[in-house]
Structure formats: C-alpha cells, structure tokens
C-alpha cells in the first residue's frame, strides 16, 4: 500500500496515560498534517510539518499534545495524561509541496479515553 | 487565524435534483480551496480543488467557484445520485488546510 498509512487503527486507554501514534506518509511528499476529528465535525487543524519541520502548532492546542517528524519522514504524535475530551479520530495527511497538491489522508486513529 | 464557515450543515435534496453547499473564509492569503467527501467509516477524499487565480472549475456532475473578493466558494452537484450521500468538507489553504465543519447530504430517492 502505497498510501498516507496510520498506526495503530485504535487505541483503547485510561485516563491520565499517554498514548503515540505514527503516521508514515506517501514517501516523496513532505508536508505532514494532523488533525483531530470528533463525530460530526470536520477535521480540526492541530499541527504541520514541511520535512523535519514543526511549521505551526494550532493555538488551541493543549502542551499535552506533542509532534515530531524526526527525518522528515515519518511523524508521531503524542498525548500527554490523556483526558476523556481526547477522544477522537486524530487524522494525518499528507502532500507534495509543489504549487498546493492534493493531501491524501490515512485511515485514522481511533482514541478512546475510558 | 483562518476561519473557514460551511453551510449548510445539513442538506437533503431529491435524486436527480441539485444540491449546493456554500463556505466562507477568513484569511485573504487563502490561495487553493479543496473539496473533500468523507463516507461513514472512511477517510476524506478530494473530488474536487480549486486555486485562487481561477473563478470556476467543473469536472462532470461537480463544479465549485470562487470568488476572492467575497472570500465565498461553493460547492454545485448536479443530477444528484444515491452514492452522493456523504458528508462534503470544505477547506481553504495558504500553507496549512483549515476545514469547515461538513454538510451532510442526503438524497432522498
């Protein structure tokens, strides 16, 4: 599979523990999204990376939320003492920067704070 | 920061009839506007984008135009079919993708 891939699907887990997830992207493209999405909204902007770099990080985010693209390949995020507000789709995607391509999205991860 | 406001949030129209979905947005620095639909369970996909130095753009049954001095675009769906139920986001893009928040589209056979 060539596509935008997220690992794992779901994650099932108590509150205040952190969680990461991964997100491997179409290999030539690099820029790197994440967002987070809850039933019935659409996506909300948390972060994005152009390589290696944290390019903006959204305001509204919490500092439990945390993001990384090491080698400007692929990228974790990570929460910090999860709450039950977490739960969420939490999405990537991913883009080629040559003149604002289309971002492909993976399949999500699924969180569950219980 | 970028705003972008999507209407309506909901939207049923008849199979065979049109359907058009409206979104604003904030920054003026906006320069690509895709259009994303999301089936139950899936992840978003683009059926159609548009860039700033063009007003209209029309693939098929789907069409969306643009007009910067407004910061309006819309969404047109014509000859509307069953498989068109979903839920259609719009974004606005200068280098992050700002979202709005989804219409979900029914059509009513």
């Known amino acids: 599979d060539t596509g935008v891939s997220q690992d794992p699907r779901h994650k099932i887990t108590k509150r205040g523990q952190n969680v990461t997830f991964r997100c491997d992207p179409i290999s030539e493209h690099n820029r790197l999204y994440w967002y987070r999405q809850t039933l019935g909204q659409g996506p909300e902007f948390l972060t994005y990376?152009?390589?290696?770099?944290?390019?903006?990080k959204s305001r509204l985010l919490s500092d439990r939320f945390s993001a990384e693209r090491p080698k400007g390949s692929f990228s974790t995020l990570e929460i910090q003492r999860t709450e039950q507000g977490d739960s969420a789709m939490y999405l990537c995607a991913s883009l080629r920067e040559l003149g604002n391509t289309e971002a492909f999205f993976g399949q999500g991860t699924r969180l569950t704070v219980v | 920061g970028e705003n972008v406001e999507q209407h309506p949030s909901t939207l049923s129209v008849q199979e065979g009839d049109s359907a058009v979905i409206k979104c604003t947005y904030s920054d003026s620095a906006s320069n690509y506007f895709p259009w994303y639909k999301q089936e139950l369970g899936k992840r978003p996909q683009l059926i159609i984008d548009i860039r700033s130095n063009v007003g209209e753009k029309k693939d098929q049954r789907i069409a969306v135009t643009l007009n910067k001095t407004a910061k309006h675009f819309s969404l047109h769906i014509t000859e509307t079919q069953p498989e068109d139920s979903a839920v259609y986001f719009c974004a606005a893009s200068d280098d992050k993708i700002i979202f709005g928040k989804g219409t979900r589209l029914h059509i009513l056979p």
């Open positions: 990376f152009q390589n290696e770099a944290q390019l903006e």
